[in-house]
């Protein structure tokens, strides 16, 4: 057949179901095929969702009243830091690269990535990097004793870090196991980057990829400028504990703050790394269920250009209250600002690909225009937490807490949740339950709002993050109390959700190749694609060449 | 256990708050917006500018967004027709990005000029200065000028508006970093090791204002407390001083004060005239002239003074101060010598 | 949507792909990433200088490697002899170039073992004794652990060679790991300058 990739097996799916149980998994393990991969990177990040998500309720447990005896203040250290950590490292990025990994290939007309078994190293070095994290549960020693998982926090700072301070090993795991992920994230982002570059089918030029595509190459150059600020401050203080080296050990004159510049560097493009994905969803799905073009195609791309570019320069504005000078405190505020323009303008251009529309108000749809006015909220909170005086208030409080949590989950994962309905019939040929996905969706917005609009309140009222307790009499009880409320709701609509996916796995309306009537490749092939994705390498004319083959009296290409 | 749904009813504790629930109800919120002091007016005022346009900018893009979900939502008995395609719009791409660049730009004028006000405030020569020291899990206060040295608990004199008295505070730690908090009076400054940060205060009101290390330190983080006692000149001057008396000996609390000075209790702590020179643990000398013991997490009495002396862990787990497992005549004796020394 | 997928003739198209070789993308893109990391370590070097509490310090110890350096930035000029001879399908030139970059890589590793042995066991410095030997062995180390790397590859491409199986159809992918060798030398450039002009 056409296609210049390897393949050893080409089993049918008639063929894969004759398979024994053990021939299935040995399928799935060995397997190069991007969207086996990528549905293997979503599953996993959904596992590890599933449980930070019980510890985030454990912790919400613990807060809902003042001076709760559920957990002591070490499980509790430990659940905060593990619910971070893994969040970002074993539930947001594998969902992003599970996601880029399926679609960029289809999207692009390509047969597979660049390197499909640098695909798959990746694939595990992250599998094994999220199972080291967890493992330290068992293995871990710390300061009181063996079964210690690490208790530093996600961001780890020093010199709390350092051998003096957390003896064991428990800091140790922390370290390796994001270590091992993040050189598989690095793997991933080449892997997309010359996938992008080298590999588009015929009449696919850069300006004519899909808005998501161009995400996914931002996203790959953040993670590969981004990533080894961490790793190498991670191989520092590896040195520091276990070399006795003096990177971060202030008593040797070593400088505390030089870890936060390190982390930071690495932390910010992080979270814009995590949060572009999204935008890239949004940008797929509000076209289609407004039944419009996406406005201002140049203007999103260069826009996201510039959030990559400028997210690299705003680092320190975590740090507003470490003491650094009057101008470089500005300095940062200023950055911090500039990058909001570009942000909002992202969101105008989404509302003005609404605006004019017949939208339909399916699932995915929902999700997104949750999205829309919980990434603005969330977006304010910030130009707020970028005025540094105010950030002197807010900063380490439970304001921060709601401000990234509006991100990660008002922002991040209702699109993940929104990628996962209208993918889900490309991915396994089945639709998701629509009934089921509306009480996922109104549980899950409901419970959101009661846990994280309360808290910004919390950290007004000087709520520190972090704490294990609060004491009665400080005003704190009620808004915990909602808060923690909240948190049941959320898990009870994810519960909905994973019904809803077992359920359709098994018995979900056959999807056909285009369910939605959408305009991008994926959709041109089957539900689910074959292996080789395409029967012929498709060949195109604009950015919307399944419009254009249903329009043929109008198509793109004489307006783009 | 009930349930109060009115903001800021107390509602039970699981576990002994130890008396701290009441004390805390009795002093009003730690609200970043009821500031007492330049330095947490200045922020509220930047802070009510920045909100005020943010909910504009909010009011207008969610309004909009609104609009847009129900203006344009597909009608029962659509025809299925793709409505037009709109592909951009240079004028509207153009306006809605200058008007941010505005915003930012006014932005950021405002927030330099505040950013200077407080961080560049001029020490001015009669100023009071308190070295605050920050340890895994207690604040130790220094005050070079008068000779004190005390834990915790941080008195400063009232500041008049028209003729200010501010309070320099320097900040250092010995472990690991954390940061000193009273949201009444500033914003947050970090306390990192190897690190010189200063920060200033000037309360207007009188009063007791709540606080706690906002970076996140290790196990008891969440009970390093702050207590700021803002008093009237003549009341600080009056504490000052008795701040700088040896200790009261009283002859009934001889034999706890062998025990103190016989076991490891010396090893940590500092009781001025005493062969106890400790600088681990707080200073004791003046200990009842504090409200709370073990950094805000219990309430100064005898009877929980004996709880925390004879294992620190029930009150505080984690914390550094080893359970001392003294007999129960010792113990009593040891907290009998301790009540005493005011 | 039927299963045949979406093409239009492809007449009317007006562009045909010429893009670059994965490979090629792919090792710069590796490039990209492996600068960010070293920046940090010449970052923390920089940072650090004259801040360590004790000695030694680097003018007391610190000696120009000026062997090394010529040993190393020569098997660049090497190996793109080698690249060149491969192009024109010399495979005898080819294995004798790729053999003198490989001794080249060597002496500077030899050089570098030497230099270090000297610094711990006569001098008295190693990675924990001050700040300038945490910065030190750190960034001098993270260089030669990626010559290391390099000197693996550059080995098995000579056993192949040796064996006979290398031939001009793999001058794209011997190119592009000639580029990870000649970022390696760059990187040099950059640590003898931080360390051995700017730090002492």
Known sequence: MAGSIEHELTLSADDLRSLPILGKVHEWVVTVDHKRLGVMYVAGGLFFFAIAGLQAMTIRLQLAMPNAGIVPPEVFNRLLTMHGTAMVFLVGMPILTGFFNYLVPLMIGARDLAFPRLNSFGFWLWFFGALLLYFSYIGGDGLYGAGSAPDVGWFAYAPLTERAFSRGNCTDYWILSIFLTSVGSTATAINLIATTFSMRCEGMTLTKMPVLVWLSLVVSFMMLVALPPLSAAQAMLLLDRFLGAHFFDTQAGGSAVLWQHFFWIFGHPEVYVLVLPAFGFASEIIPVFSRKVIFGYHVMVAASCAIGFISVSVWAHHMFSVGMTPAGNSFFALSTMLVGVPTGIKIFNWLGTIWGGKLRFRVPMLFSLAFLFQFLIAGLTGIMLSVVPFDWQLTDTYFVVAHFHYILVGAIIFMDFAAIYYWFPKITGRMLSETLGKWHFWLFLIGFHLTFDTLHFAGMKGMPRRIYTYQPGRGLDTLNLIASIGALVQGIAVLILIINVVKSLRSGEVAGDDPWDAWTLEWSTTSPPPEYNFATPPVVRSRRPLWDLKHPEDPDWRYE | ?342 | MSAAPATIDATTTDWKPTMPYKGRVGVLALILTESAFFSIFVVAYIFYIGKSLTGPYPKDVLSMPIINTICLLSSSITIVLAVRALQRGSIRSFGIWWFVTLALGLEFMTGTAAEWHRLIYHEGLSIGTNLFGTTYYSLVGLHALHVTVGLILILLVMILTMLGYMNRNHIERIDCFSWYWHFVDAVWVVVFITVYVIGR
């Open chain 2, 1 to 342: 256990m009930t349930i109060s749904l009115l903001a800021g009813t107390p509602i039970p504790a699981w576990a002994n708050d130890w008396g701290m629930g009441d004390s805390n109800s009795k002093i009003p919120p730690s609200s970043i917006f009821n500031p007492v002091s330049t330095p947490a007016h200045e922020i509220d005022t930047v802070a009510f500018f920045v909100i005020s346009i943010t909910a504009v900018i909010f009011l207008i893009v969610a309004g909009l967004l609104a609009y847009s979900v129900i203006r344009f939502r597909t009608r029962p008995g659509d025809d299925g027709r793709e409505p037009p395609q709109v592909y951009g719009s240079n004028p509207i791409e153009f306006a809605w990005t200058t008007v941010p660049v505005i915003i930012v730009f006014v932005l950021i004028l405002v927030t330099a000029r505040t950013i200077y006000v407080v961080q560049a405030a001029p020490r001015p020569p009669g100023a009071l200065s308190v070295h605050v020291i920050a340890h895994q899990w207690w604040w130790e206060f220094r005050y070079p000028d008068l000779g004190i040295v005390t834990a915790n608990e941080l008195h400063v004199p009232l500041s008049d508006p028209h003729s200010p008295t501010p309070t320099f505070l320097d900040l250092e730690s010995v472990d690991v970093a954390h940061s000193f908090w009273v949201p009444r009076l500033a914003g947050k400054t970090d306390v990192i090791p190897n690190k010189r940060n200063s920060m200033w205060i000037d309360p207007q009101v009188a009063g007791t204002y709540l606080g706690q290390c906002g970076e996140y330190c290790g196990t008891e983080h969440a009970m390093m407390l702050l207590r700021v006692i803002v008093e009237p000149r003549p009341d600080f001057d009056r504490w000052a001083t008795a701040q700088k008396q040896p200790p009261v000996v009283d002859a009934s609390a001889s034999h706890g004060r062998a025990v103190f000075e016989s076991t490891s209790c010396v090893n940590c702590h500092t009781i001025s005239g005493t062969r106890a020179d400790g600088r681990f643990g707080p200073d004791l000398t003046h200990l009842m002239a504090r409200e709370t013991i073990g950094a805000g997490v219990a309430m100064n009495t005898p009877a929980h003074l004996k709880v925390w002396v004879n294992d620190p862990s029930v009150m505080k787990p984690g914390a550094l101060m080893p359970a001392m497992n003294l007999d129960d005549k010792d113990l009593d004796d040891l907290v009998t010598y301790l009540a005493t020394l005011r």
